[in-house]
């Protein structure tokens, strides 16, 4: 890629006993040697270039059980992977969700649901690196909504009527409850949490919808949290009934019937019952006033 005759070989010029003169002696002799376009160079990287920036970054604002988001920009960094980790007072650890959004500005959406109050350390790796900044300190408050005012009712609630291996829903009404994450979990028979899958879908109008298909009969608990706290009447106790053997329908009987006999026809053209036709004839009115004689 230099436009150079190779001499020495790239293992000989790494070797730990080479002659260190005369590898400078080799590389003197072509002080305008250039690389030709293409060459397999490693790219740069600056991670200090990226930036972390959004709400889920800031200071204060974030509340829990609410999504704490923000974007990593990493255009003037080079080319890398970003890894996001979040820390809470406690010490836990845990992975933040992160997406690459293929854009110009090659910028990730990041978020994460912090569970519990207090200084959070938010750190943004590229490349391994911390970025700027990074780590982030940011204090999660108490969350501001109200649980006790949440409700939900619909089918998949009902003590009875559901069954296994038919999909069924419920929704979650959430107006004058301030602000707030809704969660739901679901726990079968067995007592795992993890075998029913859940699926919320904001609806608009302070209205959550959770859809579920419940894998096996038996009594399944459904627990709806509102800013990480249960909601009135939650958990709600729901029995599954076993799904319903298919019975195949019988083939359908096909009858030939007689027609039915037309009434009989009458010499007038009708059924049994003759019909005039023509002009009715107007019956002759008698008077009994007797007319006075006429003189001549």
Not at 40 to 54: M, Q
Not at 149 to 159: D, F, H, I, N, T
Not at 184 to 198: M, N
Request: some cysteine; overall charge positive.
């Amino acid at each position: 890629w230099l436009g150079i005759a190779q001499v020495i070989t790239p293992e000989e010029i790494l070797h730990p006993n080479v002659d260190e003169h005369s590898v400078m002696t080799y590389l003197s002799q072509f002080p305008k040697a250039k690389l030709k376009p293409g060459a397999p160079l490693r790219p740069k990287l600056n991670p200090k270039k990226a930036r972390a920036y959004g709400p889920g970054v800031e200071p204060t604002g974030n509340v829990v059980m609410r999504k704490a988001e923000f974007t990593v920009e990493t255009v003037s960094a080079g080319l890398g992977e970003v890894i996001v980790y979040v820390e809470d007072p406690a010490g836990h650890r845990e992975e933040a969700k992160v997406t690459p959004n293929n854009d110009k500005n090659r910028t990730y959406s990041v978020y994460y649901i912090p569970k519990v109050v207090g200084l959070h350390k938010v750190t943004v790796l590229f490349a391994g690196q911390h970025i700027s900044k990074s780590p982030f300190e940011v204090t999660v408050g108490k969350a501001q909504g109200d649980a006790s005012k949440v409700s939900a009712q619909g089918p998949g609630l009902e003590p009875v009527g559901n069954v296994a291996n038919k999909t069924t829903y419920f929704d979650v009404y959430t107006a004058g409850a301030g602000v707030g994450l809704v969660t739901v979990t679901i726990t079968d028979p067995s007592g795992r949490d993890d075998t029913v899958t859940v699926e919320l879908e904001d609806r608009g109008n302070s209205c959550h919808r959770c859809t579920y298909r419940p894998n096996a009969e038996g009594v399944h608990s459904i627990s709806i949290y509102f800013a990480g706290s249960p909601i009135s009447k939650s958990p709600y106790t729901v029995t599954i009934a076993k799904a319903a053997a298919f019975v195949p329908r019988p083939p359908s009987l096909h009858l030939s019937l007689p027609l039915a006999t037309p009434p009989p026809v009458g010499p007038w053209g009708g059924g049994s019952n003759p019909r005039v036709y023509g002009k009715r004839k107007q019956p002759t009115l008698k008077s009994s006033r007797k007319e006075p004689a006429v003189g001549i």
